[in-house]
């Protein structure tokens, strides 16, 4: 009896290694966008504040420039729990969870600076809470500057009747294809990894997004002419699947939550240099940068306005309030 008393104590300091390390948990991060953009970058140094603050109960690897597939397949493989955390365009959230479709409308912020107090501020953190709280099966932790998302093309766009017949890529949300229709174009919907190719095709006539989109993913190569509409001010939410989630104490998931924002905050800074530094790099290597009367833009989308923001009316409101 003795003996077995001794061997279970002995087995006691192994028993309780195993309960902790029960908790370790491998998280795999997923962006489309390439190694060094300002969102990969802010991740990567979230994924290493994660590992040395949980002391290495929390690993993470991070698989950037699509390399665990588009945004709609990460998002699927999120939801069941196969990749653990993302970065993803509200225009992929969009049609899942509606609530979000707000900050999908066009021109529904006054500019860039006006966006990032929203979603600093209460409005932004109901949004994360809705996509949380709604049937996706992801837990939305932070938001990252998706920037300002313009117009660029293969023949110059200096009005509105210029964008007419145009076919123009947007990202697979049925408001982004009414808002480009609206417009005059014809939206497309496309994975960004499609892009490249389908304007080197002639598949489409250009494309909508930020300066380091452009420039990272080489599509100034087949467009050189970039139309400072602003239709579009997204903030892209950083998410983990709740399947994880749930896996966490309440300590990692404070902690985890904690990084989350500190990345929003650090991406912000990496956002402005880059953003800054790629249209000075966009215009080196030929891209002509047009400014546009952006009113006839506006005026052209209020029926998406009034189609998907009916329901929205007073928080659209509220975001007009902010200051």
């Given amino acids: 009896m003795n003996l077995k008393r001794k061997l279970l104590v002995a087995a006691l300091p192994f028993a309780f290694s195993l309960a902790g390390s029960a908790q370790a948990l491998d998280i795999k991060f997923a ?8 969102t990969v970058v802010a ?11 949980s002391k290495g109960e929390i690993t993470f690897k991070m ?13 699927e493989q999120a939801q069941i729990g196969a990749i653990q955390m993302a970065r993803v365009s509200l225009g992929i959230v969009g049609p899942v969870v509606p609530d979000v479709n707000v900050f999908n409308m066009p021109f529904v912020f006054r500019d860039h600076a006006h966006m990032r107090k929203v979603i600093d501020g209460e409005i932004g953190q109901e949004i994360l809470d809705k996509i949380t709280h709604s049937e996706f099966n992801l837990v939305a932790l932070a938001w990252m500057d998706g920037g300002t998302r313009n117009l660029y093309t293969k023949e110059p766009v200096r009005s509105i009747q210029d964008l007419q017949g145009k076919k123009i890529r947007v990202m697979g949300n049925p408001l982004f294809i009414d808002m480009m229709n609206a417009m005059g174009g014809n939206g497309i919907a496309m994975d960004t990894g499609e892009i490249f190719s389908a304007l080197q095709t ?3 006539d250009g494309a909508e997004n930020n300066p380091p989109t452009m420039l990272e993913h080489n599509h100034f190569q087949n467009a050189k002419y970039y ?5 579009l001010i997204l903030p892209e939410p950083l998410v983990m699947s709740k399947t994880t989630w749930n896996k966490l104490t309440p300590e990692q998931q404070a902690l985890v939550k904690k990084v989350a924002r500190e990345a929003q905050m650090e991406e912000r800074a990496l956002w402005d240099a880059k953003s800054a530094a790629s249209e000075e790099k966009l215009k080196a ?37 902010v200051q």
């Fill in 227 to 231: 139309t400072l509409t602003g239709h």
């Fill in 63 to 75: 698989f950037a420039g699509g390399v665990l597939g588009s945004e709609k397949e990460v998002i």
């Fill in 285 to 321: 290597a030929g891209v002509e940068f047009i400014t546009v009367d952006k009113k006839p833009f506006f005026d052209a989308t209020a029926p998406v306005r009034e189609k998907y923001g009916a329901q929205y009316a007073d928080l659209i409101q509220r975001i007009a309030d």
């Fill in 202 to 204: 002639g598949v489409i």
């Fill in 31 to 38: 962006d489309v966008h390439p190694a060094g953009y300002p």
């Fill in 43 to 53: 991740e990567q140094n979230m994924g290493r504040k994660l590992e040395e603050a």
